[in-house]
């Protein structure tokens, strides 16, 4: 692998991930667009709410199913924005038995809690959409720009994350009765549940009752799917690509979803950093020498200028080089800073240009 | 406004905003400048992993609550994760012998996923018992990153949603008394002078006030660019002692016109904010430096200090 746009054109997921304020989500239709300049078909998820991108492709509404950005591209482009509920809604539909389960779980509320509000459903949904995508077979590339999280795991465990509710022992007991076994056992989680429901309320502890009594039945077609999804995640279909930005803070983070990615055995196709202040070699400790010296206005002020720039910017590239040797086999893409956010596909053109352009990529 | 009255103003500061506004640098900075008016302030971090701490020279801060010395003197700092709260709360509510073993068993996470928002809840249950028994002055809290604060600060309603009745409905009563009352608490946020950061603070601010019900205090701006004084790349010449070299008035240039073009951008995100929340603005200045540390937390005290005396009076 050379440069990002071997993996433009090359892999079949890229995930952007990363925290938030990077530019992740610029960065993950730009990648789409540059993979539809390229020829193929590419889809892009957002999560982001704003309308910013929505604008950026010159579309009316993203939605949840994908919306066809029309453009001189020969490839395909289209986003979509990720809707968690009705995703997960769909979810349930397609594993339940019949109608009338699929309707059971829909109307319950605790379902409702977990499809709109609990942690790590939107990462959830992101990868089903992923898959959905994927499955489909109708675009070359999927590109998904994931939640702004602090823990890289969230996503990764997403798949997992109905199997392992399922997986728990309170919904093995509440199970236990209607499959005929473990009487005694349910008697023990019903006193547990009465003290639960005396500090939570009864119509909580009520609900998620019914709700894992819903779902009885569909605990094997969730897993499958899960490992299904994990699969092609950690092969090489799939590329993760890590959104940072220079700030020694957000390269702290970005080191540590570094070592997660890491630990959990996926690998990192391509490291994108935004923001790059634009490089002087004149040294900070030079122009504050100028700066004291006895110049002219302009210059003083002018050195002023270059000693905070260099300032700040100095340690940039240090602390980059310092997160590439972390990595292996990684591509390193520098964004410069612009003068203003994205608003149009000229703008989307100019960052898709920027990450398949390789000297931008190649570091020295 | 005298800081004095602006730091007796509420009991509880929330500090909120997007990742990679300086929100954590801001807390300290309140954290700092409501000591230095003679308060006692508890500092909160609740986002798990702690950095305001080592921005005022301490090591992170656990859960029990520790008092800082010297930039940090006059200030006390703990975290307060939800998991730790949740374990607390229960053992508060009869389930001591038992709470550990819950939490392992994974009935826990069965009570928080049917209760959404139950573990913000009890974050902002324990900032409410420390508020009520008075345990400072101040409390500032650096809420959560990302889009989690409006989750956060929604955590109230959402519970009184779910529980109808038990302790944690009144729970949930309790914290929305707190949150509504701007003499015990008010959330001040913090952004950068850039177009998407602002349109976000723009969002948020109306959603903390319509829908949540919360007053604000100022926003603070981070990362101001300070004006220098006869900056104008074009009148950068190479002078006849031959003392700079051409790459360095290059370099020079280059960075006057940067500084310039960032400047310029700034000023129109800022009138931008202005025109379109009508909120008064405290405004930190960019320090050129890697790391904020001790020292530079004392200069941004000093720059919010004097932004709170420019303040009008009522706000």
């Excluded at chain 2, 929305?176 to 959330?187: F, G, I, T, Y």
Aim: charged share 25%; proline share 5%; hydrophobic share 45%.
């Amino acid at each position: 692998m050379t440069g990002y746009n071997d993996l433009i054109e090359g892999r079949e997921v890229v995930v952007c991930c990363g925290t938030g304020g990077v530019g992740k989500t610029t960065t993950a239709a730009a990648t789409a667009l540059a993979a539809a300049n390229a020829g193929r078909s590419a889809v892009v998820v957002t999560i982001d709410p704003a309308r910013r991108l929505a604008d950026a492709l010159g579309i009316d509404e993203l939605d949840n199913t994908p919306r066809i950005v029309e453009g001189p591209w020969p490839g395909r482009l289209a986003a979509l924005m990720l809707d968690t509920k009705s995703t997960f809604d769909d979810v349930v539909r397609r594993n339940a038995a019949d109608d009338d389960q699929a309707e059971r779980i829909l109307a319950n509320r605790f379902y409702r809690n977990i499809s709109t509000t609990l942690s790590g459903t939107q990462d959830y949904m992101a990868v089903e959409k992923l898959k959905e995508l994927y499955d489909s077979s109708e675009w070359d590339l999927v590109v998904v720009d994931t939640p702004p999280t602090r823990d890289a795991l969230a996503f990764l465990d997403a798949p997992l994350l109905l199997a392992r509710l399922l997986d728990n022992p309170i919904y093995r007991m509440l199970t236990a009765p209607s499959r005929g076994v473990f009487k005694a056992v349910n008697s023990a989680a019903q006193t547990m549940l009465r003290r639960l429901a005396r500090v939570v309320g009864a119509e909580v502890v009520d609900e998620a009752v019914a709700f894992f009594q819903s779902f009885e039945g569909m605990e094997e077609g969730f897993r499958a799917r899960a490992m299904a999804t994990l699969d092609l995640l950690a092969d090489d279909r799939t590329a993760f690509v890590l959104v940072a930005s220079p700030r020694s803070d957000t390269l702290d983070e970005a080191r540590y979803f570094l070592d997660k990615l890491d630990s959990s055995g996926l690998s990192v196709g391509a490291v994108v950093v935004n923001r790059m202040m634009p490089t002087m070699s004149t040294a900070p400790a030079r122009s504050r020498q100028i700066q004291g010296g006895r110049h002219r206005k302009p210059i003083a002020a002018a050195a002023q200028a270059l000693t905070e720039h260099t300032s700040v910017a100095e340690g940039d590239d240090d602390r980059i080089i310092e997160l590439m040797s972390d990595v292996e086999n990684a591509i390193l893409v520098k964004v410069p800073l612009l003068p203003s956010d994205v608003h149009d596909i000229d703008g989307l053109n100019q960052i898709a240009e920027l990450l398949g352009d390789d000297s931008g990529g190649v570091f020295v | 406004m005298d800081p004095g009255s602006f730091f007796a103003s509420s009991r509880v500061l929330i500090v909120a905003g997007k990742g990679g506004v300086g929100k954590t640098a801001a807390a300290a900075t309140i954290a700092v400048a409501a000591a230095r008016t003679g308060r006692s302030v508890l500092l909160i971090e609740v986002s798990g992993r702690t950095s305001a701490a080592p921005m005022l020279g301490a090591e992170p801060q656990g859960y029990e609550q520790t008092d800082l010395v010297g930039t940090g003197a006059g200030i006390s700092c703990r975290s307060l994760t939800p998991d730790q709260a949740l374990v607390e709360w229960l053992s508060d509510h009869g389930f001591k012998r038992v709470a550990k073993r819950m939490a392992k068993s994974g009935v826990l996470e069965v009570v928080a996923t049917a209760t959404p928002g139950i573990k913000d809840l009890l974050v902002l249950g324990k900032i409410k018992q420390l508020e009520t028994a008075r345990a400072a002055d101040l409390i500032v809290v650096d809420a959560p990153a990302a889009g989690h604060a409006l989750g956060f600060l929604r955590s109230p309603a959402g519970v009184l949603d779910t529980a109808r009745t038990g302790t944690i409905h009144r729970q949930a009563v309790e914290a929305m008394a707190l949150l509504s009352d701007p003499e015990r608490c008010r959330v001040m946020l913090v952004s950068i002078p850039e177009e998407t950061p602002i349109n976000e603070l723009i969002e948020t601010s109306f959603a903390v006030e319509d829908e949540v019900g919360i007053s604000l205090g100022p926003v603070i701006v981070n990362a101001i660019l300070p004006e220098i004084d006869g900056l104008d790349p074009e009148k950068v010449r190479r002078p006849h002692s031959r003392s700079i070299t051409d790459s360095e008035v290059r370099d020079m240039c280059a960075a006057a016109a940067f500084r310039l073009e960032r400047s310029a951008l700034q000023k129109a995100q800022l009138l931008r904010l202005a025109a379109q929340l009508p909120l008064p603005q405290i405004r930190l200045p960019q320090l050129f430096v890697p790391h904020l540390g001790p020292d530079q937390i004392e200069q941004l005290a000093d720059s919010m200090l004097s932004g709170i005396e420019s303040l009008e009076g009522d706000s």
